[in-house]
C-alpha cells in the first residue's frame, strides 16, 4: 500500500486550483442511468471513487468515454444488467446511489447491501423504506437488496433523519414516478442541489431546490439531447486546504471554488484569527504567520458546520492557542482520527461523541495510519505542522476523495512525497 512521507515546518503558500465535488459526481453520474440520450459531464474530479463508479456503470454495459479534460460521456442506452455487485460496492458504499435510477427507469436491481465502514453502521433503512412507500417491492438477501417495480408512485416522505444520498436516490427515483413526490425533511447539501438541476436539465420537475421540502413532478421519460453539465466545485477539498494553510500559518489562494457554499466554515476560520477574502469563484486566506485560536465545533446537516471538516479542524486546534471543544452528532464513530494524533503529541480528550483539544505549541512526526477519508487528510494536515516526518500508511483512502494531494500541497511549498508499495 502506498504512503506518504510530510516533513512538518513549512509555512504554505501559494495558489490552487479546486477540482469538482466528488460527492456531487458520484450521485450525478449515478442519474445519468435516468436519461435516454448520450449525457457529457465536466470538471469530474480525478478520484479513485469516479474511477469506482466508472467501473460500476461499464460493468451493467453502459458506455463511458473520458478525454483529458477530465469530461465523461455516457451513453445508458447500452445497459445490459442492472445490478451493483458486492465486490464493487464494498469499495465505495456510494454505490448504492444507482438503486434509484435503475428502479426509476428500468423497474428492477440487485444493488450489494453496503456495509458499514469505520465512521458508522451507515445503515439503508430511510432509502428502502422510502421506496417501499413508492411502490418497490424489495427484497434484501445474502447481502442484496432486489428490487422491483411496474412503476414508482409519487407519494409524500418525511424522512426520519437527514440523509444526504437518501434525498439523493429518492430524487432520482421520483423524477420518473408516476404523480407528484414531495420529500420532506430533505437534505440541503449543496451537492443534493447539484444533482438537482443536473436532474432538471434532462428534463425533470423538481422545486423546491435549496430547501428541505422538495417536490418532483414525475415524467414519462428523461430524454433531452446534447446536454453538458459542469460538476460544482469541492468545498470540503477547499475546506481541507484552508485548515492546512490555517495550520502552518500561511497564505493561499484557492481558485474555482464556491464560497457561498462554505459560509460555517469560513466562519470558524475567520474566529480561529484567519484573515479570509473573498470573490465569486475564490477564497484567500492569511494567517499573517499567526498561530490559530481553538475554536468550539458541532457538526450537523448543511448549512451547519459539515461532518466532513470535523477531523480536519480538530487537527487544527490540537496546535492552536487555548482549548477547543468539538462534537461530532451525524456520526457514531468518526474520532478514530484523535488516536493516531495523540501518538503525534496532541492533547486531546475523548468523551462520548465530543473530543476536548488543548491547543499545544507543537505535534512531533511519527508514522500514523488513515481509518477514513477525511481522517486520513486531517493526518496530513497535522504531518504539515509537526517537527520531524510524519509517515501515512493506508492512504488509498486518501486517493478516493483528494485529487493529486501531494501535488497539490507540494505546490503550496509542503515537503511532501509517496512512496510506493
Ligand atoms: C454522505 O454520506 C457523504 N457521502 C458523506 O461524505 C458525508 O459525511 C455524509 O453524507 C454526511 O454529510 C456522499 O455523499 C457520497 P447520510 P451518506 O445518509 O449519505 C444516518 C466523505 O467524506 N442514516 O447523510 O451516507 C447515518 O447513519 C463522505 O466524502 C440512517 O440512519 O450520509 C448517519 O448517521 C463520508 N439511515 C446520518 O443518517 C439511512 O437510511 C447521515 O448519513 C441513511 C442515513
Given amino acids: 500500500m502506498d504512503k506518504l512521507i510530510i516533513t512538518g515546518g513549512t509555512q504554505l503558500s501559494g495558489e490552487l486550483r479546486i477540482s469538482g465535488a466528488k460527492n456531487a459526481a458520484l450521485p450525478i453520474m449515478a442519474a445519468t442511468l435516468l436519461c435516454e440520450q448520450p449525457v457529457s459531464i465536466g470538471n469530474i474530479p480525478h478520484l479513485h471513487d469516479i474511477t469506482t463508479t466508472m467501473q460500476l456503470l461499464g460493468q451493467m454495459g453502459i458506455q463511458l468515454t473520458i478525454d483529458e479534460k477530465m469530461n465523461i460521456e455516457v451513453v445508458s442506452s447500452t445497459i445490459t444488467k442492472y445490478e451493483a455487485p458486492y465486490d464493487l460496492v464494498k469499495t465505495m458504499r456510494a454505490s448504492i446511489l444507482v438503486l434509484g435510477p435503475l428502479l426509476a427507469r428500468f423497474g428492477e436491481a440487485h444493488v450489494s447491501l453496503p456495509g458499514g465502514c469505520a465512521i458508522g453502521t451507515r445503515p439503508v433503512d430511510i432509502h428502502l423504506d422510502s421506496l417501499i412507500k413508492m411502490g418497490a417491492?424489495?427484497?434484501?438477501?445474502?447481502?442484496?437488496?432486489?428490487?422491483?417495480?411496474?412503476?414508482?408512485?409519487?407519494?409524500?416522505?418525511?424522512?426520519?433523519?437527514?440523509?444526504?444520498?437518501?434525498t439523493e436516490n429518492l430524487l432520482m427515483a421520483a423524477t420518473l414516478a408516476e404523480g407528484t413526490t414531495i420529500i420532506e425533511n430533505a437534505a440541503k447539501e449543496p451537492e443534493v442541489s447539484d444533482l438537482a438541476h443536473f436532474l432538471n436539465e434532462m428534463g425533470a420537475k423538481i422545486s423546491g431546490i435549496d430547501t428541505d421540502i422538495l417536490t418532483i413532478e414525475g415524467v414519462e421519460k428523461l430524454a433531452a439531447k446534447d446536454i453538458h453539465y459542469d460538476i460544482l466545485p469541492d468545498r470540503i477539498e477547499t475546506g481541507t486546504y484552508l485548515v492546512a494553510a490555517a495550520i502552518t500559518r500561511g497564505k493561499v489562494k484557492l481558485k474555482d471554488?464556491?464560497?457561498?457554499?462554505l459560509d460555517a466554515v469560513l466562519d470558524k476560520l475567520k474566529e480561529?484569527?484567519?484573515?479570509?477574502?473573498t470573490g465569486k469563484d475564490w477564497i484567500q486566506l492569511d494567517m499573517h504567520g499567526k498561530q490559530p485560536k481553538a475554536v468550539n465545533i458541532r457538526t450537523a446537516p448543511y448549512p451547519a458546520f459539515p461532518t466532513d471538516m470535523q477531523a480536519q479542524f480538530t487537527a487544527m486546534n490540537s496546535v492552536a492557542e487555548g482549548v477547543g471543544i468539538i462534537t461530532e452528532t451525524v456520526f457514531e464513530n468518526r474520532f478514530m482520527h484523535v488516536q493516531e494524533m495523540?501518538?503525534?503529541?496532541?492533547?486531546?480528550?475523548?468523551?462520548?461523541?465530543?473530543?476536548?483539544?488543548?491547543?499545544?505549541?507543537?505535534?512531533?512526526?511519527?508514522?500514523?495510519?488513515?481509518?477514513?477519508l477525511r481522517a486520513s487528510a486531517s493526518l496530513v494536515l497535522a504531518g504539515l505542522v509537526a517537527t520531524g516526518d510524519t509517515l501515512v500508511d493506508r492512504i488509498y483512502h486518501i486517493d478516493r476523495g483528494y485529487d493529486h494531494i501531494e501535488e497539490k500541497l507540494a505546490q503550496l511549498g509542503a515537503t511532501i512525497r509517496r512512496i510506493p508499495k
Fill in 342 to 372: 495523540q501518538r503525534m503529541g496532541a492533547d486531546i480528550q475523548l468523551e462520548s461523541n465530543t473530543a476536548i483539544c488543548k491547543g499545544s505549541e507543537g505535534l512531533t512526526g511519527a508514522p500514523v495510519m488513515a481509518t477514513d
Fill in 137 to 166: 417491492d424489495i427484497r434484501v438477501e445474502a447481502g442484496y437488496i432486489h428490487a422491483k417495480t411496474r412503476r414508482l408512485q409519487g407519494c409524500r416522505l418525511v424522512l426520519d433523519k437527514v440523509t444526504v444520498t437518501g
Fill in 257 to 261: 471554488t464556491r464560497p457561498d457554499i
Fill in 272 to 277: 480561529a484569527g484567519a484573515d479570509i477574502t
